[in-house]
């Protein structure tokens, strides 16, 4: 695995992940996401309509908690969750945790993390967390780490802690990852901890740096746990103690402007559970992310207007940035316009927000299934139009048009 980079623009790194999985014949794009799964399946799609969508990621996520209940299936299985799964040609990434979920802390310890299953907890020792690594056959996976310090009010003693902790597990991973026949080809990325104190994370990029890594992860930074100025200031100083040519994922980042600021600090890679949690919530993503505006909202932006469908967010909010809209909301049960015009999803093509509303007010299958269409493809366009913008200079203008800003408003 190899980080080919073509340019750095305002701390923006461009270029493609290349030398991925088994094979090495599969390469990534950056900055971009990966697939998110649950289970190894993309919530509410099959495996044949999900690929009727255009320029999926070539890496997939799925995560240990997952299958950290059953994996005993798979190691009598012994081919691993690709094969298990029915999954089409592609490059397995495993995390600890599911983003989409939010799990109890407080139950970390010197020997072990935890899970949670559809069982309840499932406490992990660095033995066990490689065993199950092994049975998934991944072709890259993040180490055990203890990432609960993220949450408001942690001690700096408890944020040392959490640092120590995930250097000693990355040790006993990186032991145990070379006497393991399933993972000889694999990659190991380390986890970047620390919280928000400075100190801590700057000591933990520098450390984990020093071990033989294929990447690194960084952990912490979920988007209701920090404030997003925090959050820049953490992820750029800790980047610019990271190697250049390792990519670096950041776990619980997906709202489109939190990427954004993300990407600015160096980050590479994101998760793409956001679609899904968009999707849960009975909305469409549908902000712009185009950089040259159609002709008609160019003369309302002109003239310091702003189009009437993007006035208001879904909850009625004009102080919040409209990136969704409630399809729930009785106004569109008489709306006949595609989800988002100029869309080229399957739903927006065939469909309208008044069926829709009807399918999810109705509890039928079909709207998740249609959203879920649209919020990927959506957001998949979001990461290919932030990868063309800073190719060619224009990422302020994309910015402005993602967060609704007009020059000057963004700091």
Known sequence: MRLELSRVVQGCRLGVLTGLGKSGQHSLEVPGCLLYTRCATVPHLTQDTLHTLRDLPSVTQV??????????????FKEGVRKFAGLHDTVLFCSLHDSANTNPAGHVTNKTVSVWGSGGRIELTVARFMAIQAAIQPDCYQSMADGETWQAGVSRKRVRKAVDRTLAHLDECLVLHQKTQELKQAEIFGVVEGGDIMEERLRSARETAKRPVGGFVLDGFHSAAMDQDVRAQLVKATSAELPQEKPRLVLGVGRPDEV?????AGVDLFESFFPFQVTERGCALSFNYSIDPDPETAVLEINGEMPADKKLNSNGDENMMPFEMNLRDK????????????CGCYCCKKHMRAYVHHLLVTNELLGSVLLMLHNMTHYLGFFKALREAIASDRLQDFKNRVLHCREGDLK
């Open 63 to 76: 995560s240990v908690d997952s299958f950290a209940e059953h994996h005993e299936v798979l190691e009598e």
């Open 260 to 264: 954004i600021s993300c990407v600015e």
């Open 331 to 342: 106004r569109y049960q008489d709306d006949f316009c595609p989800l988002v015009e100029g």
